[in-house]
């Protein structure tokens, strides 16, 4: 190779390395936990970071509930802090946020006594089958609730 091509490569080199220098990567988005990270993006369960996801949202709460009223206060805060920690609440994941009958928005676990089975079977409807992350979300949902309640009151 002659001199000027191997000048001519040194210098293609040394722009590309100062682009690159200059060039700043772009910040990761901000979450407060990763289930909360990028709430209108799916899940990608093939990831390490997809399973670690899916195992902390659906592992067993702290305090199994029981089915009984006298349990529904600590099975409520314990759902809640899950919730707000998986990301279930998050802008385009909500599935936290149902309509009444009247068509007012509840929030499932402060105002499930307002809602009717209808009401959430109806609302679980517009996006089950949809592959996003709502749909992650509330599978993610049903099996915390599996692994968290006695399957016959103590």
Not at 67 to 96: H, P, T, Y
Request: hydrophobic share 40%.
């Amino acid at each position: 190779m002659d001199p000027a091509a191997i000048q001519a490569i040194a210098a293609a080199v040394a722009q590309a390395v100062a682009q690159g220098q200059n060039a700043q990567a772009a910040p990761a988005p901000f979450a407060l936990t990763p289930g909360r990270a990028n709430p209108a993006d799916a899940l990608d369960y093939t990831t390490r970071t997809g399973q670690a996801v899916f195992k902390d949202a659906t592992e067993s709460l702290p305090h199994k509930f029981d089915v009984e009223s006298a349990s529904i206060n600590q099975f409520c805060e314990d759902l809640r802090d899950r919730a707000i920690k998986a990301g279930w609440g998050e802008g385009a994941a909500d599935i936290l946020s149902i309509p009444d009958t009247d068509g007012v928005n509840r929030q499932l676990i402060t105002n499930y006594g307002q809602l009717t089975s209808q009401n959430i079977t109806d609302h679980v409807q517009t996006y089950i089958a949809a592959q996003d992350r709502r749909s992650q979300n509330a599978v993610q949902m049903y099996h915390l609730r599996s692994n968290s309640c006695r399957s016959t009151p103590t």
